[in-house]
């Protein structure tokens, strides 16, 4: 029986993370459609919590079709689970696992699965994948897309605060080595690299050379979130939620990105989720941080308190952002290395990540026993950033 | 360099169209709130200083400093001829544009360097800002 400070502690505190699924990633899903991956990562999350549609009353699973048909109504559909809690985040990653969690908690429903997939939507090689390309009228003729929105910014801080080429590489050679050695990553074994080895891929997007850029990929992925209650009658041990926020500084891609307006994107979320969770920046074991591009890394460390601004490109350095180090990030290998599914899948991989590490399952890459995680998702080139907190232990 | 074959073109609104019709006049516009004077760019319904739906518009020197910028190796559509140099400009007069700089070896682009507005005519509608470096 919980007595009655607790139950007056952050209604997040009794929401847990009860299942989590990748289903196999890669550069291509030849066979798949983005509605069949999408069901593979519904059935596979389904199996790891061990739970049937039976037990399941809300529903935010979006497949990243070209055909817009399966949203999360239609998913509820096929589940069979008749009138049911629809999400209207469209399983976009942390974005839905806060919006189920405020559902959960507020007794809307109580046992949310949360999915998403995509492949065969980049199918023009010869240009950048089609989400990276804004159509705004003030950005799309200057040729700009996903990777040189980002470039502009690095530069401009490398221009403030003397952050390096070099430094930037030592965060894409880290990510990277972790992919190397993931079984499950689209490039292991690619590796291992050295920070050389990043500044030696072709060019971009000044400063981001190949190598410092996420990949594009295909795959799926689902989430159970539930309540504390119901969990200790699933199969996995509960992963409770900390603390989590999201914000957004304006539309993605339509005006300068300049550091003044994106540098800082994500602080108050981080501020806010660390203090959901009664925590700071030194409890963190496990950085599952959003890296679609090295320079990200360096900021959001920044943005987050974990450093002060300006000071990134010296805090990533000898060795701190390794898997033994006191602030590892992307431990399967993420965005750049791991996959970085279209649609949401990408935004849910740094969830599932986070997860894996706290119930011990991240094989070779296994951190010694982590306590809390923090998964983002975002960035500052797309104006926003949503941070999440998640813990072995419900506080 | 970025004399473009099929690149994609604005298509204006109803409040960025006076803005591009000043492109093709060659005059660059940006937008004056008439209650608190200040400026504001890209174009909006509002300022984005005060929310006050008086705006004028007001012709800018065309002059300003690199801001930031990256060079393109990689283009967005094969449309785009590489290296391209995308820029955010600071006007003189204070407002930021995103465009390229053009006519100048990509390597001497440098954050500061002084440039000003180059036009160029795409269509019957639309003539894009770029900018070149400034003259001496």
């Not at chain 1, 050389?196 to 295909?218: G, K, N």
């Not at chain 2, 204006?12 to 209650?35: A, I, M, N």
């Amino acid at each position: 029986m919980r007595t009655q400070t607790e139950m007056a502690k952050h209604p997040f505190h009794d929401i847990v993370l009860a299942g989590v699924h990748n289903t196999v990633q890669a550069k291509r899903l030849d066979g798949h459609t983005s509605e069949s991956i999408t069901l593979e990562a519904v059935r596979g999350v389904m199996d790891d919590a061990g739970i049937t549609p039976r037990d399941i009353d809300g529903v935010s699973v979006a497949s990243g079709g070209r055909s817009g048909l399966f949203q999360p109504s239609h998913f509820a559909y096929l589940l069979g689970l008749g009138p049911a809690w629809n999400g209207w985040t469209n399983g976009q990653g942390i974005g839905a696992v806060l919006e189920a969690a405020s559902a959960i908690a507020t007794g809307q429903c109580h046992t949310v699965i949360i999915g998403a997939g995509s492949a065969g939507v980049y199918t023009e090689l010869a240009s950048t994948a089609p989400w990276t390309r804004p159509h705004n009228e003030f950005v799309a003729s200057w040729g700009l897309f996903t990777a040189a929105e980002f470039a502009l910014i690095a530069r401009r801080h490398m221009h403030m605060y003397g952050t390096t080429p070099w430094q930037l590489a030592t965060v894409s050679a880290t990510i990277r080595n972790n992919g190397h050695i993931n079984p499950d990553a689209i490039y292991q074994g690619r590796g291992p690299f050295t920070p050389q080895d990043i500044l030696d891929s072709r060019m971009v997007a000044d400063p981001f050379h190949l190598l410092d850029c996420a990949m594009t990929s295909e795959g799926g992925c689902g989430i159970i979130v539930t309540t504390a209650e119901r969990a200790r009658d699933m199969k996995q041990p509960p992963i409770y939620l900390l603390g989590g926020a999201r914000e957004r500084n304006g539309p993605s891609y339509c005006y300068p990105p300049t550091w003044e307006q994106t540098g800082y994107v994500g602080r108050d979320a981080a501020r806010k989720s660390f203090d959901m969770a009664g925590m700071t920046h030194e409890d963190v074991d496990d950085c599952e941080f959003y890296d679609p591009f090295s320079f990200e890394i360096i900021r959001q460390f920044e943005a987050f308190g974990f450093c002060g601004e300006g000071e990134g490109g010296d805090f990533i350095m000898n060795g701190a952002i390794e898997l033994d180090g006191k602030y590892p990030i992307c431990t399967d290998g993420g965005l750049m290395s791991f996959s970085h599914g279209g649609s949401a899948v990408q935004l849910l991989q740094k969830v599932i990540a986070g997860v894996k590490q706290l119930r011990g399952e991240a094989g070779n890459r296994q951190l010694s026993d982590p306590r809390v995680a923090m998964s983002t998702n975002g960035g500052a080139g797309a104006l926003f950033t949503d941070v999440m907190l998640m813990g072995k232990e419900q506080p | 360099m970025t004399s473009q074959r099929s690149i994609p073109l604005p298509v204006p609104s109803p409040f960025t169209k006076p803005f591009w019709e000043g492109c093709r006049r060659q005059e660059l516009l940006v937008q004056k709130c008439q209650d608190c004077g200040l400026l504001t760019h890209v174009p909006q319904p509002a300022c984005s200083h005060c929310l006050s739906p008086n705006l004028g518009w007001m012709q800018a020197s065309g002059k300003g400093a690199v801001y930031s910028y990256t060079v393109v190796w990689r283009p967005q559509t094969p449309d785009f001829e590489v290296p391209y140099v995308v820029a955010i400009v600071d006007l003189d007069e204070g407002v930021q544009m995103m465009t390229n700089i053009v006519d100048v070896d990509p390597a001497e682009v440098h954050v500061g360097m002084r440039v000003e507005v180059e036009y160029r005519k795409m269509s019957d509608e639309i003539t894009l800002p770029y900018f070149r470096p400034a003259a001496a």
